[in-house]
């Protein structure tokens, strides 16, 4: 393996750990400083996509703008910002506080399968092979999550389960509904758009402002924390590995979320984690490579 690919390995795994790492210290702000989605959500959205303008801007200067200016692109990207962007952080966030960050990970990762569904109905035919198992893997594993076995008992509280879902719904539109202006103008300025755009749309209805956390030094260090190396540098390490390694092995690296998220929350947080859950996950994320293997062939 030639030291580029393997640069490109070790800059994706790393995006990877930060993100889930990002998901535990959500998780240590909603169980002891009463932080919610509602607070966290639009805050981390606007941080982080004001950081990356401003970088952006004196690296590209007035090109930043170039978007704005065309109705058709402007429409579009209003549309990702607050259907894709918004819609995969704040379904995302308050799934964590109503359950966990492994939960919360993995839940949204069965979302790969709705884009494999909605790209069968745009092509107008039936799933391959491999489409149907990762399919039937995916609903088994959330059912062996939710319920342990007990189809009389949920063991994820609806809520959760209910924000969980909606988190994979919204990975479709976030995966989906910008592939033309990232191809146009590049992913770091569409990504940073859209986190702003979205974060202003969601703060008027949050109402981020009224919520009534514990607001100390330890919530804004978890809170800087998380918008510099859970979402800008996460960002950037991993896209900048799989620019190197490709987007299928990088699919299959960036399955460390979930797993680091886990990890992070049962070491740190102490969060219950059984065996059932394990296997939950091990048939969710195994859709993952499924899909990337097969759909690279």
């Given amino acids: 393996m030639i030291k580029k690919e393997k640069m490109g390995m070790l800059s994706t795994f790393i995006g990877g750990v930060l993100w889930g790492i990002n998901g535990t210290m959500a998780s240590y702000l909603f169980m002891n400083k009463n932080i919610t989605s509602n607070w966290l959500a639009p805050y981390r959205l606007m941080s982080a996509g004001l ?4 970088f952006l801007f004196f690296k590209e200067k007035n090109k930043i703008f170039e978007v704005l200016k065309n109705k058709k692109d402007l429409f579009q990207l209003i549309f990702f910002g607050i259907f894709g962007m918004m819609g995969t952080q704040y379904t995302y966030f308050t799934t964590i506080q ?3 960050a492994g939960i919360a990970t993995v839940l949204q990762y069965s979302g790969i399968n709705l884009i494999l569904l909605y790209s069968c109905l745009k092509d107008k035919r039936f799933p391959r092979k491999f489409e149907l198992i990762a399919l039937v893997l995916a609903i088994l594993g959330i059912f062996i999550l939710a319920t342990h076995g007990n189809i009389n008992a949920l063991k994820v509280s609806p809520i959760a389960l209910f924000w969980g879902l909606v988190s994979a719904f919204t990975l ?22 859209g986190m702003l755009i979205g974060g202003a749309v969601l703060s008027p209805f949050a109402k981020p402002w009224n919520e009534a956390g514990i607001y100390d030094n330890t919530t804004f260090t978890l809170f800087l924390l998380i918008v510099l190396f859970g979402t800008i540098l996460s960002f950037v390490l991993y896209l900048s590995g799989v620019a190197i ?3 299928t092995k990088g699919s299959m690296i960036s399955c460390i979320e979930p797993v680091a998220a886990t990890l992070f929350s049962t070491v740190i947080l102490s969060t219950p984690f059984k065996f059932l859950d394990a296997v939950g996950f091990f048939f969710i994320l195994s859709t993952v490579f499924i899909v990337a293997y097969f759909d690279n062939k």
């Fill in 51 to 54: 950081l990356m303008l401003i």
């Fill in 172 to 193: 479709v539109i976030y995966s989906m509904s910008a592939l033309s202006l990232i191809k146009k103008y590049g992913t770091a300025l569409i990504t940073a758009w």
């Fill in 245 to 247: 390694i490709g987007p």
């Fill in 98 to 100: 109503h359950s966990n």
